[in-house]
């Protein structure tokens, strides 16, 4: 997790690599207004079309002359070098992927699909070769993507194919709480067959690695739920907890004297324990044990942080909102906006390690 000797920041400034998602949905709209509030802050490299930014930013009534950007095209970025990534004012990756005349606000297409996954290997690719510092992705739609002909699962699990890391966690944040995921988008019959010993443990250490580097927090706290309810009230409600949960924890608990592990609680005791502050970091055994108090408590402040990458990446906690993408003045910034904040804080925090 530490990036120390990795990171290559040649400014006060870390270098954020911001990429717009689905073209087609709210992404564009909500990267125009992310960096318009936060351009004097922070080194931003936007990979995307610019002509969506452009049809974007002409919605928003945003001048062409408050576009701080230098541009290149795609066909001289990476094959020649990037000499300018560098710049205070930022840059913006052009990929020109997409045609003025087939190209609308809200409508699901491979061909956005496509471009939003040629927006994140493009992105990859500068991490790579060290022009940016961090990773914030812009809400993509599996659905297109799968239809351009990719299988495609998720960000983090695309990038744990890219990266051969199978250990990857989803740390979902707001104000209030951190969530770390065990398993992520798999339907509920499943949840139980996936848990095992081994990927609790290899989630909680890679949790506590996560809260160490990228929060600084010493020697955090955290809580594991119970996958039935009742924490199953000794085997009377499921045996998960007595055949997984706890036996995984006493191990862990053996081998870690910088952390301390909680559980298994009854997911509602651990959550409502969390929020007093008690726990750094809250175990969710799946999915919605996640979203459900994150959007009940902060849901235009949640952000995904992806753990166990040679680099920090964030992304906001919605989808692409295809529905309002069409009058981009109704799009929510602000969890963008904390993605963008918390990257930069993590990457400087790993800079400190």
Known sequence: MNLKNNLTLKSSLVRVGLTIGDPAGIGPAIVLKAVKQLKNKFNFTIIGDRLVLAKAAKLLKIEPQNFPFSEIPRSSSLRRGVKSITSEQ????????????????GKLSAATGKASLDYLDMALELL????????VTGPISKEAINLAGAKFSGHTEYLANRFGCNDLVMMLI???????LVTRHIPL???CSKLTQNNLESNILNTIKGLKYLFS?????????????????NGLIGVEEKKIIIPAIKRLRRKIKTATITGPLSADVAI???????????????HDQALIPLKLTGFDRGVNLTL????????????TAFNIAGNPRLANANSLIAAIKLAVKCTQNQIKA
């Open 272 to 286: 409502a324990e969390a929020a007093k502050g008690k726990f750094d970091c809250v175990i969710a055994l799946y």
């Open 217 to 233: 927090i010493k020697k955090p706290k955290l809580v594991v739920c119970a996958v039935n309810p009742h924490a199953s009230d």
């Open 308 to 319: 166990g990458l040679p680099f920090v990446r964030t992304s906001p906690l919605h989808g």
């Open 90 to 105: 930022g840059l913006l990756v052009d990929l020109i992927n997409l045609k003025s005349k087939n190209f609308v606000f």
């Open 174 to 180: 707001n104000d209030h709480f951190k969530f770390s």
């Open 189 to 191: 019959k499943d949840v």
């Open 128 to 135: 790579k070769e060290k022009k940016i510092d961090c990773l």
